[in-house]
């Protein structure tokens, strides 16, 4: 079965600079990834997404991310953190099927991020 | 285009007590998944329907069932709660199941459930 870490439970940046979250995932094969964000009281929103093709990868609100297929890494990444991105965090893992059902998606325990004026 | 619905989000339920949930995908989604986060466990997958039929099931225990209507909604029942299922139950519609459609899965703002 496929599993998720993230191994950072808190990160505080300093709003302007730069931030990268971790991830790291197992699975037998390349999963699809993705990155979600949760703000308090709020469902998940799709931050960006990993399928095929390029390894990195551009999501809404700044975020990228980058694909490391030796390290099963998909860690996110921003150049310059906004007050407003402190928020929950998570990456997650999806198998790929030919065809039937889903397991659906495979989370982390997330990441907290804290902005610090 | 409205967004995933869930209904109630608040709930305060007792031990014993069974509880269902209601979610409404968004126009023209025919699959929705269910998800329980707690702080202990996180987030994790609780079944997937699409045309009325449960997909995929996560590993949770028989008291936790749901259905798929012919319009698509969905509700997901809770019988004999315990407090290890107060929980915020997350409801999320695609446009067709698996994978490959998640990335135009929308997440609800989910129920709140509390068993005392």
């Known amino acids: 079965a496929q599993s998720v870490t993230q191994p950072d439970i808190h990160i505080t940046v300093s709003e302007g600079a730069s931030l990268e979250l971790r991830c790291n995932y197992s699975y037998g094969a390349t999963p699809y990834l993705f990155w979600y964000v949760q703000s308090p009281g709020q469902g998940l929103q799709l931050l960006l997404k990993y399928f095929s093709g390029d390894t990195l990868v551009q999501g809404i609100k700044g975020f990228e991310a980058e694909f490391k297929r030796s390290q099963s890494s998909f860690n996110l990444r921003k150049p310059s953190v906004h007050w407003s991105d402190a928020a929950e965090y998570f990456c997650a893992v999806a198998a790929r099927y030919s065809g039937g059902g889903a397991d659906g998606l495979t989370f982390g325990k997330g990441t907290h991020l804290i902005i610090q004026p | 285009k409205a967004g995933v619905t869930q209904t109630p989000r608040y709930l305060i339920k007792t031990r014993g007590q069974q509880v269902t949930l209601s979610c409404s995908p968004i126009?023209?989604?025919?699959?929705v998944s269910w998800y329980q986060q707690t702080p202990g466990q996180g987030l994790q997958f609780l079944f997937e329907y699409f045309s009325e039929t449960q997909r995929n099931k996560g590993n949770f225990p028989g008291r936790f069932s749901g259905r798929q209507f012919s319009n698509s909604r969905s509700e997901m029942n809770v019988s004999t709660l315990e407090l290890g299922d107060s929980a915020l139950y997350l409801c999320?519609?695609?446009?067709?199941?698996?994978?490959?459609?998640?990335?135009?899965?929308?997440f609800g703002p989910g129920t709140r459930l509390t068993v005392l």
């Open positions: 126009s023209g989604h025919r699959s």
């Open positions: 999320a519609s695609s446009p067709i199941p698996g994978a490959s459609s998640y990335n135009e899965q929308f």
